[in-house]
């Protein structure tokens, strides 16, 4: 196994985008003055970014999303998340053995290699 839960071929440009949409997902709950808004398409990608390469965060895994406990993450961490709801908080609580802990600018430098 590939250790990704799809194929999913990246275009030219992917890794950037990736980029800015995580970042911007993480400025949700990290910064309550931030003023760009995710839509609901985008909070989705996010999560299922994270679920399709079963990896955590852009970089380091979990611990990417500095959240006070490092329990709550995105629901698109966590292998039993249904691909559905997302919490109003965009985070939810994953047991530590169900999350994932690669982040996933790694993951895809390792499927690329």
């Known amino acids: 196994s590939s250790g990704i839960n799809a194929e999913w071929p990246l275009r030219p440009g992917t890794e950037e985008a990736a980029g800015t949409l995580f970042k911007t997902y993480k400025d949700?709950?990290?910064?309550?003055?931030?003023?760009?808004?995710?839509?609901?398409?985008?909070?989705?990608?996010?999560?299922s970014a994270q679920f399709i390469f079963q990896c955590c965060g852009l970089t380091e895994g979990p611990s990417y999303w500095k959240t006070e406990s490092q329990t709550d993450v995105p629901p698109g961490c966590c292998s039993d998340w249904n691909g559905e709801k997302i919490p109003d908080s965009k985070l939810e609580s994953c047991v530590e053995t169900k999350m994932y802990q690669t982040g996933c600018t790694e993951k895809v430098k390792d499927l690329a290699d």
Do not use: K
């Open 28 to 47: 949700q709950f990290v910064d309550d003055n931030q003023s760009v808004e995710l839509t609901d398409t985008e909070i989705l990608a996010v999560n």
